[in-house]
């Protein structure tokens, strides 16, 4: 008989276990990208998830953030919190359902999956200094950049690419986004935070432009 240590057998010299047994992971913003994040988080074995989002599912995330059409009204935290029950019935949630507020204790990796520039720069000045590891997705059609930083260099850079909300495009980022693209966006981000539990240097800043397939990769220095 199988135990639920085995089925991390593929990954195990990966993703180092014991290092996600220490840690809370938030993900805030349960959107296109977030929901992703954190299904892929609880895959690998996360063992505390916090999940923070204010939304209800509407009949559009079914199809481009992966809900099901059951979940239409519900919840996004709830309905995102049950498809990783799926997968890992023992896995310690947080639940809150709310924007992110400074008061809120996050875990020491954080994954900002919020759809606009000024909620990042506000979510990043609270946490940026404070948690071990941060990843940002963003996304347009599809064009991906993830952005992560857990090292003072990368943490510099991230606080160059917060222009401001009059600088950016008009309509949210995720306006137009697809499954795919989410998918990929959330794949890298969770990457990179692999890379960091096995104290491998992230990469700080990279693009995805899938439609031209053209891949762009930076460290910061």
């Known amino acids: 008989m199988e135990?639920?240590?085995?089925?991390?057998?593929?990954?195990?010299?990966?993703?180092?276990?014991?290092?996600?047994?220490?840690?809370?992971?938030?993900?805030?913003?349960?959107?296109?990208?977030?929901?992703?994040?954190?299904?892929?988080?609880?895959?690998?074995?996360?063992?505390?998830?916090?999940?923070?989002?204010?939304?209800?599912?509407?009949l559009t995330n079914v199809t481009t953030q992966g809900y099901r059409a059951r979940d239409v009204g519900r919840l996004k935290v709830e309905a995102t919190a049950e498809a990783v029950r799926e997968i890992d019935e023992e896995i310690e949630l947080e639940l809150v359902n709310d924007r992110y507020r400074p008061r809120l204790a996050v875990g020491e990796a954080v994954f900002g999956c919020v759809d606009s520039i000024a909620a990042r720069g506000a979510i990043w000045r609270s946490v940026g200094r404070d948690c071990g590891f941060w990843a940002d997705g963003r996304m347009r059609g599809e064009v991906i950049r993830v952005l992560a930083a857990a090292d003072e260099a990368s943490r510099r850079h991230y606080g160059t690419t917060l222009f401001t909300q009059e600088e950016a495009q008009a309509g949210s980022c995720t306006s137009r986004s697809t499954i795919y693209a989410a998918g990929v966006a959330a794949g890298l981000m969770v990457h990179q935070f692999a890379r960091w539990l096995r104290n491998t240097p992230t990469e700080s800043d990279s693009s995805l432009n899938l439609l031209a397939a053209e891949l762009t990769v930076e460290s910061a220095s």
Do not use: H, M, N
Not at 36 to 52: E, K, T
């Open 3 to 58: 135990t639920s240590s085995d089925r991390f057998v593929r990954q195990q010299e990966l993703v180092p276990q014991e290092r996600l047994a220490e840690l809370k992971a938030s993900v805030i913003g349960v959107g296109a990208i977030g929901r992703q994040v954190a299904i892929q988080l609880a895959a690998i074995g996360v063992r505390r998830l916090q999940l923070v989002d204010f939304d209800r599912v509407d």
